[in-house]
Nanobody
Framework: QVQLVESGGGLVQPGGSLTLSCAAS????????MGWYRQAPGKQRDLVAD???????NYADSVKGRFTISTDNAKKTVYLQMNSMKPEDTAVYYC????????????????WGQGTQVTVSS
């Protein structure tokens, strides 16, 4: 019923930039939070950034000042602009959305994108 489709991953050189997109569709009454996690080989999945429906943002310390999260509410899409990229940013990036499916829902449910590979290498 709810699907998130990611795009924009690929190979970029250190110091370069890349923008990820994640479009949500399906039974969505209201979006509470959209965000991004990433998982490098052999490591756990960690939060990169998130953004609330009111525009508040949160970033991992490792990406502060380099990454910017934003949304297009009409398109139900979240973006992650990644600048000054480092090899340590190499990972599979997963978007997520916390939503209400209807006006009668007492809570939000989380849904995940399929993941997109980002590789930072010379």
């Amino acid at each position: 019923q709810v699907q998130l489709v990611e795009s924009g991953g690929g190979l970029v050189q250190p110091g370069g930039s890349l923008t990820l997109s994640c479009a949500a569709s399906g039974s969505i009454f209201k979006i509470n939070v959209m965000g991004w996690y990433r998982q490098a080989p052999g490591k756990q999945r960690d939060l990169v950034a998130d953004i609330t429906s009111t525009g508040g943002t949160n970033y991992a310390d490792s990406v502060k000042g380099r990454f910017t999260i934003s949304t297009d509410n009409a398109k139900k899409t979240v973006y992650l602009q990644m600048n000054s990229m480092k090899p340590e940013d190499t990972a599979v990036y997963y978007c997520y959305v916390d939503i209400m499916k209807s006006s009668y829902s007492p809570y939000w449910t989380r849904h995940w994108g399929q993941g997109t590979q980002v590789t930072v290498s010379s």
